[in-house]
């Protein structure tokens, strides 16, 4: 399955449910890859390896390309998994700012506090250096000498990510400690023949980079022969072909066991290079790109993972949309950015809008450009345009110390001319930013894992709508999920029920039914159970047919003490769904509690079977939760701790053993896990093992045990004598 990044979080059933929102995803987003995530880095094989291979053979390599081409998740995704084998000690990547080192430091006297250079000790932060006051050659020798054993004349690969950041125009009190820090890092290649210096940098950077390749460039070519080493190689790392955005478009899906019709995935990236623009004479025109940007093709994938159909229906061309689609991503993508930034601005976001369209937006309908003003450009403050292009709405480039701006692609030029007339005098309104723009923004931002944002967004839909309408309702539930992710329970409630409520006045009973469902997980997650069941009972009725609906109230009932009914609705759903995975691990469970093993261990290997055809052939009962809320780590660790228990009460100790070893391994502080192998322990015949497992069931928090799995807990210690 696709790795996605876990954030780390306070624990809470809101917290969580952030969390795997973020971890569900098999596309990235806006951000770069991790090297954790190179099972989900396609499209870009072929560009690792080359940039691999000069690494090795050149003692300088310059990697350079455009602003957002994918270089950072080249380098961590695609280089250094590709190097995991090779016999050379690659030192963690390094980059000139960090903590410490920012910015708004590096303008000021901060940098020259301390013992050495600022730069070199943002450098040996990066590799975790315990002492920062070395010089770049005493730390690299240090190293080495750790790893001597493994062979001296091993490559040592030391790789800085972004070297813009060193090379912008800053105060003129740092050149000083720039070429300091350069001739350092050159008088370390010179003593040591085996380094290998990889620079990735912006290509509209490489001018100011000159004088100091120059002064690398002598230090390395004075070691060139040293293992037929050459002195310099440059390598451009360019935005995706079109056969590559397809394959990084399809991959991620595939391993979800999600499918593209053939030619679907195709036309959805020859949507990406094509852009339709009008000019001012109303006459229409077709620019067509090489290349596609994967920021761009992020934003597209992700659009459809989260409208993606169910894992065995392909995506076709038409489930695509018509040609348009992706002008529709890109257009939602551009409202939301806009409504951001005018918010932290204090700015309208309908004036930035036209703003941006009128200045970037030429009459012939192509892409207009304007160097920077002294402290405003083009009449907006520069700020503004910071911002618009760290969020890929524009680029900037650096040309004889001062920037140019421009819009960050030509795919731009249509969603603007959609929603914004971009010349003055032509007819028709420009767009109005209203409640729906910030409702999907907002969405977005929560999707995202920034609460604050998308709260913020959920308060001025809320104002620009006060009226009971759907985008009210809608904007409600999501409010009612970003306080139950604050912990603000009682709130989030209210939010449910009002959502609810409108949903009921405009008969849309469908959408008042997940509420309600949403309302009873809430209810069931605070320990409040028969209220819990009440509002599932409602959401039941007005979705007799949904089988996570109905596998949430008989989570309720068994909760309740009602397992024999939550039985008869587990089976009820099978009997309709039989694939229904949540009801299969609920039932499973359920028959665990009820000792009914033989049951719960064929519905345990059901399941695997099930989650196995599901993922496109990677078998693990892990592959779902024990139950809402929790991330899929956990509910796999409670699922094989509660096999765990069922096998070794049939008598198969061995797999009982290997099964409840994974899940204390992936669920260490988990008191459900630690409870069921209690059990198993006290099978073995372990009573001290398994009272000192329940006993520090009963401080886990990730997740805490239920309260009455509580309950169940304190009495299995007082008849063991652990408990008075």
Not at 236 to 246: G, M, R, T
Not at 247 to 267: D, K, M, Q, S
Not at 562 to 567: E, F, R
Not at 676 to 696: F, N, T, Y
Request: overall charge negative; aromatic content about 4%; some cysteine.
């Amino acid at each position: 399955m696709p790795r996605g990044r876990v954030v780390t979080a306070p624990v809470g059933p809101g917290r969580r449910m952030v969390t795997q929102l973020r971890a569900d995803l098999p596309y990235v987003g806006l951000r770069p890859f991790e090297e954790d995530e190179a099972g989900s880095f396609f499209g870009r094989d072929a560009e690792a390896r080359s940039l691999s291979a000069a690494w090795l053979r050149s003692r300088l390599v310059i990697a350079h390309g455009p602003a957002g081409a994918g270089k950072t998740s080249l380098l961590r995704a695609g280089v250094l998994p590709d190097l995991v084998g090779a016999d050379a000690d690659v030192l963690p990547v390094g980059r000139i700012t960090g903590p410490g080192l920012t910015a708004a430091s590096l303008d000021g006297l901060e940098p020259v506090v301390g013992p050495g250079n600022p730069f070199t000790r943002a450098l040996l932060r990066c590799w975790a250096h315990d002492d920062e006051s070395l010089s770049l050659l005493e730390a690299l020798r240090e190293r080495a000498e750790r790893r001597r054993p493994r062979g001296p004349s091993r490559p040592v690969l030391l790789a800085i990510d972004q070297f813009e950041e060193f090379l912008s125009p800053r105060s003129p009190r740092l050149a000083p400690l720039r070429s300091q820090f350069v001739e350092a890092l050159a008088g370390a290649a010179a003593e040591l023949p085996n380094l290998r210096i990889l620079l990735v940098l912006r290509s509209d950077h490489r001018t100011a980079l000159l004088p100091y390749r120059r002064t690398l460039l002598a230090a390395c070519a004075d070691q060139a022969g040293y293992e037929s080493a050459v002195p310099v190689t440059e390598v451009a790392v360019a935005p995706l072909s079109p056969e590559c955005a397809v394959t990084a478009l399809v991959e991620p899906l595939r391993a979800a066991g999600i499918r593209f019709a053939p030619g679907a995935a195709t036309a959805c990236v020859d949507d990406l290079t094509t852009s339709r623009t009008v000019d001012a004479t109303g006459t229409e025109s077709l620019l067509v790109a090489e290349t596609v940007q994967p920021v761009f093709l992020q934003l597209v994938a992700t659009a459809l993972w989260r409208s993606r159909p169910v894992a065995d229906v392909p995506v076709t061309a038409s489930w695509l949309g018509p040609v348009g689609n992706v002008t529709a991503v890109l257009e939602d993508y551009l409202t939301r950015t806009l409504v951001t930034i005018a918010h932290e601005h204090d700015l309208d976001e309908d004036e930035l809008r036209a703003w941006l369209t009128r200045t970037f937006v030429t009459e012939r309908g192509r892409r207009g450009v304007v160097d920077e003003g002294l402290t405003t450009t083009a009449g907006m403050p520069t700020p503004v345009l910071d911002a618009l292009t760290e969020r890929y709405v524009l680029r900037c480039e650096h040309l004889s110390g001062s920037r140019r701006f421009e819009l960050f692609d030509d795919r731009l030029l249509e969603p603007l001319q959609r929603t914004s007339t971009p010349w003055a005098g032509a007819s028709g309104p420009a767009a109005e930013v209203g409640a729906d723009d910030y409702l999907r923004a907002a969405q977005v931002s929560f999707a995202d894992g920034d609460v604050a944002t998308a709260c913020a967004h959920v308060e001025e839909a809320l104002r620009r709508d006060p009226a009971p309408s759907l985008t009210r309702a809608a904007t409600q539930a999501l409010r009612a999920q970003l306080f139950q992710a604050e912990g603000r329970l009682e709130q989030a409630e209210a939010c449910h029920r009002e959502a609810a409520e409108i949903y009921e006045s405009l008969s849309d009973t469908e959408a008042s039914g997940r509420v309600l469902a949403a309302l009873g997980r809430l209810l069931l997650d605070a320990g409040q159970v028969g209220r819990a069941v009440e509002e599932l009972q409602a959401a039941g009725e007005r979705l007799p047919g949904d089988a996570d609906v109905q596998s949430d109230l008989a989570h309720a009932l068994w909760r309740a003490g009602q397992p024999w009914a939550a039985a008869a609705i587990f089976s009820a759903v099978l009997t309709i769904a039989p694939d229904a995975v949540a009801a299969l691990a609920g039932r499973a469970q359920l028959r665990v509690e009820l000792a009914d093993d033989t049951g719960a261990i064929e519905d345990f290997d059901r399941l695997a079977r099930t989650t196995s055809t599901k993922a496109g052939g990677v078998s693990a009962v892990g592959g779902v939760s024990a139950a809402g809320g929790l991330s899929a780590a956990a509910g796999a660790a409670e699922l094989r701790a509660a096999r765990a228990l069922s096998l070794a009460r049939l008598g198969r100790v061995t797999e009982a053993s290997g099964e409840s070893t994974m899940a204390l391994r992936d669920a260490p502080d988990s008191g459900p896990v630690l409870w069921r192998v209690a059990e198993v322990i006290r099978a073995a015949g372990d009573e001290h093992g398994a009272d000192d497992l329940l006993h520090r069931s009963l401080g886990a928090s990730e997740p805490s045990l239920a309260p009455d799995q509580r309950a169940k807990v304190s009495r299995l210690l007082r008849r063991s004598g652990a408990l008075t």
